[in-house]
């Protein structure tokens, strides 16, 4: 029976049907009847199970990690269905002592130890181009909110989650100095989660 996955590749929105047969499995790559492209199908006969795992794994946020002294830094894809340019890759920066919903894999107001913030992938480029420039960069949405991100140009990365009580803004802020090695391996873990990022919007 085939399976059917809908993706996003280099600005188009695509068909992605794997079929089964006696024989190996052919994996059929289509532009969505809503995307304006015109039709353009690619087809190539690979074994089933490595076409599937293939073309789920490209649509599955995979973290990067790194940890230096007990605090770890971590970049993955939201993995959340959003419109062009809207999807988020996270990062968050995680003490050794962190509190409230950690360890359910979440942050929220009661968090501590623990920040997260989302940059859109309409914005992320600007991040992996300072890094690789070695120039510093920021994220602030301002308005009050006190969430943002900053990276200097000596890669010590500060991220401050901010969340709103109804009265008050409460703001959860963690650093993290990574060593110079670690510079193009973070450039290289941004893009790839930009990539995977891409395939989540329509």
Known sequence: MPVTLTGVRDGHRILITVTRTPGPATITREHHPECPCHPHPLGATVDFNTALNQTIASLTPQPWDHTIDGTTLRVTPAGLREDAGRAEVLLR????????????????????????????????PSLIAALEGRTGWEQAPGWGDPTRIVVTPALHMTV????????????????VQLPEAQRLPLA???????????????
């Open 188 to 202: 290289s873990a941004l893009r790839r989660a930009l990539d995977v990022a891409r395939d989540w919007e329509d």
């Open 160 to 175: 401050t989650e901010g969340h709103h009580d109804g009265e008050k803004w409460i703001a959860v802020t963690e650093s």
């Open 93 to 124: 920066i995680s003490g050794p002592l962190v509190t409230g919903l950690y360890d359910y894999d979440i942050t929220g107001p009661n968090t501590r130890g623990a920040a997260e913030v989302g940059v859109t992938t309409a914005v992320l």
